[in-house]
T-cell receptor, first 109, second 113 residues
Framework: GQQVMQIPQYQHVQEGEDFTTYCNSS?????IQWYKQRPGGHPVFLIQ?????EVKKQKRLTFQFGEAKKNSSLHITATQTTDVGTYFC?????????FGGGTRLMVKP | DGGITQSPKYLFRKEGQNVTLSCEQN?????MYWYRQDPGQGLRLIYY???????QKGDIAEGYSVSREKKESFPLTVTSAQKNPTAFYLC????????????FGPGTRLTVT
C-alpha cells in the first residue's frame, strides 16, 4: 500500500534558527496536506498543495510540492517557541489520505 | 460553534471490557474517520465512512467496530479483541474523502489496565 515517510523524526533547534521537515511518498500523490499538532492537542490543517512544483508561503512557513508529486517539504524561517509541535504531511493517492509519521519540533528559547 | 466533539477526554477501562468512544460533528460533512495515535507516532487509520450507513476498514481495523446511523455521529467501539487498546484516539471529518482537509476532534485518551 501507499507509504508516506517523514524525516527527521525529531528536531531540536535554538529559537531563531531555521527548520525543515521532508516528506516522501512511495506513490505519486494527487495532493499533499500539512498539519500541525501542538503538544497534548489534535492535528490542525495548515495548507494543501496540488500542483507539481507548487510553492506556498504562510508568514514564516514555506511549503513545497515536488515536481514529480512524490515529495514535499515544510521550511520554517527563524523559529519561535510558538512553533513547537509535531508537523505531519499527508498525501492523497486515490481517494484516501495517508499520514506521514510526523516531525516533532522542539525550540529552545 | 461548528466543530467536532469527542467524549470523554480521558477514559479508563479494565481489560476484557468493550468501550465506545463518541464522535459528533455539526459541520455537515459526509466523511468521518477514526485514527489511533501512539506516543511519538503518526496517525493510523482505523475506520472511515464516506456516507451514512456505509463504512470501510482502514489499516488497523482488527479489534474495533463502528457504526454510521446518522450523518453527525460516528462512534467507535474498542472491543476486548483489541490486543493493545491503550492509545490516543482521534476522530476527524471532511466534506468528502477526496482532496478535502480533515477537521479533527480533541481526542480521547483511552487507558486499559
Amino acid at each position: 500500500g501507499q507509504q508516506v515517510m517523514q524525516i527527521p523524526q525529531y528536531q531540536h533547534v535554538q529559537e531563531g534558527e531555521d527548520f525543515t521537515t521532508y516528506c516522501n511518498s512511495s506513490t505519486t500523490l494527487s495532493n499533499i496536506q500539512w498539519y500541525k499538532q501542538r503538544p497534548g492537542g489534535h492535528p490542525v490543517f495548515l495548507i494543501q498543495l496540488v500542483k507539481s512544483g507548487e510553492v506556498k508561503k504562510q508568514k514564516r512557513l514555506t511549503f513545497q510540492f515536488g515536481e514529480a508529486k512524490k515529495n514535499s517539504s515544510l521550511h520554517i524561517t527563524a523559529t519561535q517557541t510558538t512553533d513547537v509541535g509535531t508537523y505531519f504531511c499527508a498525501g492523497h493517492a486515490g481517494n484516501m489520505l495517508t499520514f506521514g509519521g510526523g516531525t516533532r519540533l522542539m525550540v529552545k528559547p | 460553534d461548528g466543530g467536532i466533539t469527542q467524549s470523554p477526554k480521558y477514559l479508563f477501562r479494565k481489560e476484557g471490557q468493550n468501550v465506545t468512544l463518541s464522535c459528533e460533528q455539526n459541520l455537515n460533512h459526509d466523511a468521518m474517520y477514526w485514527y489511533r495515535q501512539d506516543p511519538g507516532q503518526g496517525l493510523r487509520l482505523i475506520y472511515y465512512s464516506q456516507i451514512v450507513n456505509d463504512f470501510q476498514k482502514g489499516d488497523i481495523a482488527e479489534g474495533y467496530s463502528v457504526s454510521r446511523e446518522k450523518k453527525e455521529s460516528f462512534p467507535l467501539t474498542v472491543t476486548s479483541a483489541q490486543k493493545n487498546p491503550t492509545a490516543f484516539y482521534l476522530c476527524a471529518s471532511s466534506t468528502s474523502v477526496d482532496f478535502y482537509e480533515q477537521y479533527f476532534g480533541p481526542g480521547t485518551r483511552l487507558t486499559v489496565t
